[in-house]
């Protein structure tokens, strides 16, 4: 199954020396939403409907992911954020928001951060930073950051077992399991099992070392722009706007109650209401 979404199409789209899958909808400002691990764009599906309703929508699959290349390089997070950058510029969409959740808001803070005549407005959803001042520590109690950093090992252990690895996976990040939908985990799966996408997901946590370095340069020159944090209040909703708060002067947001990790999974009518408001007030 090709995951597809009323309303909207997709697309590959030449970025910055790749393809990039985008898929895009609605009419009004542009918006960008950058998925997390293990997901693609679809962790978006019950998101944009509402949104395109107002805005440009567009949503991608990271280098790596679903049906965008995995080239063997360029998996740190100033370069993905050129990827995303590259596509909303072909898309004809100069001036943009741009919103991230876990990888996808690891890849939206240097988007803004290098891009920043081209970004309006920044939303990262639950998520620890590189760069914020307790990144390591944090880092350190998330079990999966240090073996999806192996080089060989995860790709070897997963193949094969893709939806037990996801399924297992994600379960233990849902808080109101009643939202969790054996078949999107099916979706996420398949696409794991294309050819090269394990390792590019993998690919996004090697590069972490690199990426906090280069986020401790962004912290000297903070972002004016308006800047959303939000999560989940079982996992890092009371820590995002804070923790934003090193990178940016203008912060709002807060948590989604009864809520884990997957925020746009479990409470999509909250997020979308919740980035409608930010993105039509600011």
Partial sequence: MIAALKGFTQQLVPANGIKINAVTGGAGPPVLLLHGWPETWWEWHKVMPPLAERFSVVAIDLRGAG?????????????????AHDVMIALGH?????CGHDIGGMVALPQAAIF???????????????????????????????????????????????????AAFMAERFHDHSTFDPAVIEIYAKAMALPGRTRGGMEWYRTLAADHAAALEYRKRP??????????????????????????????????????????????????ACLISFLTTN
């Fill in 116 to 166: 920043r005549d081209a970004v309006t407005h920044l939303a990262v959803l639950d998520v620890p930073l590189p760069g914020w001042s307790e990144w390591e520590a944090t880092i350190a109690r998330l079990w999966h950051f240090g073996f999806h950093a192996n080089r060989d090992l995860p790709e070897r252990l997963i193949h094969g077992r893709e939806y037990d690895y996801i």
């Fill in 223 to 272: 972002l004016e722009i308006p800047a959303l944090g939000l999560g989940g209040d079982q996992r890092f909703g009371d820590r995002m706007v804070p923790m934003l708060e090193e990178f940016a002067r203008n912060v709002t947001g807060g948590s989604i109650e009864l809520c884990s990790h997957y925020v746009a999974d479990e409470r999509p009518d909250e997020v979308a």
């Fill in 94 to 98: 100069d001036r943009y928001a741009v």
């Fill in 67 to 83: 049906f965008s290349d995995c080239p063997q390089g360029g998996y740190d997070k100033a370069t993905m954020a050129r990827d």
